[in-house]
């Protein structure tokens, strides 16, 4: 059972521009939402992540906006550079304190940022 | 700071071999976790330790995968014997409590 879906699965966008990721979640136990950036041949890194109780979460260029009862939530990367291309992972975990142990993870976004 | 270290970084081995990763967790963390990771996927999780217990292993195919901590520290992921569909990334993690989780680099592992 897919627990998080993610949205595109691949996301070709020009230097300056914006890039927008979506996922889409089932279990309202859900209540910690990260989103993690991974370099080929590198493990995933952990780039912004936001609670329920905000519907946006800004840092820097990154910005994650969450839909409680749409069961939405995005991840926007303004001005994107080439710097940025990677491949951008969601992920949701249950709980009150909202732990990072018992993450599910979306399928992915590879994101090409053409100089 | 050291950051969570895996090895070997990649492995080829031929089906019906046994294979072992190893992982040493970022000093202080309480917290271990395998991950699999397919080609074009997001991880999933094999087993979490807290300490050197393993309090999630729902998900780890023990018919032929098995792991463990000893003293809590670091962690070695065994596959016997290795079938052509185990190819993917084995990512190791570690987390302090319930705080943020640092991955390594990850094994390789092709099966021929």
């Known amino acids: 059972q897919q627990q998080v879906k993610q949205s595109p699965q691949s996301l070709i966008v020009q230097k300056g521009g914006i890039s927008i990721i979506n996922c889409a979640y089932e279990?309202?136990?859900?209540?910690?939402f990260p989103w993690y950036q991974q370099f080929p041949g590198k493990g995933p890194a952990l780039l912004i992540a936001?609670?329920?109780?905000?519907s946006e979460k800004k840092e820097g260029r990154f910005t994650i906006s969450f839909n409680k009862s749409a069961k939405q939530f995005s991840l926007h990367i303004m001005d994107s550079q080439p710097g940025d291309s990677a491949t951008y992972f969601c992920?949701?975990?249950?709980?009150?304190?909202?732990?990072?142990?018992?993450?599910?993870f979306g399928s992915g976004t590879q994101l090409t940022v053409l100089p | 700071e050291a950051g969570v270290v895996q090895s070997p970084r990649y492995k080829i081995i031929e089906k019906k071999q046994p294979v072992a990763f190893w992982c040493n967790p970022i000093?202080?963390?309480?917290?271990l976790y395998w991950y699999l990771q397919n080609l074009g996927q997001g991880p999933e999780l094999l087993i979490r330790?807290?300490?050197?217990?393993?309090?999630?292993d729902s998900q780890l195919p023990k018919d032929r995968f098995s792991a463990e901590r000893l003293k809590g520290v670091d962690s070695t992921l065994k596959i016997q014997p290795a079938e052509l569909g185990d190819s993917a990334v084995y990512l190791c993690?570690?987390?302090?409590?319930?705080?943020?989780?640092?991955f390594g680099e990850g094994s390789r592992l092709t099966v021929l």
């Open positions: 993690a570690s987390s302090f409590v319930t705080g943020e989780l640092f």
């Open positions: 279990n309202t136990a859900f209540d910690y």
């Open positions: 936001i609670r329920p109780d905000v």
């Open positions: 992920a949701a975990a249950p709980g009150r304190q909202g732990s990072a142990r018992q993450l599910t």
């Open positions: 000093s202080g963390h309480n917290t």
């Open positions: 330790y807290e300490n050197e217990e393993a309090v999630d």
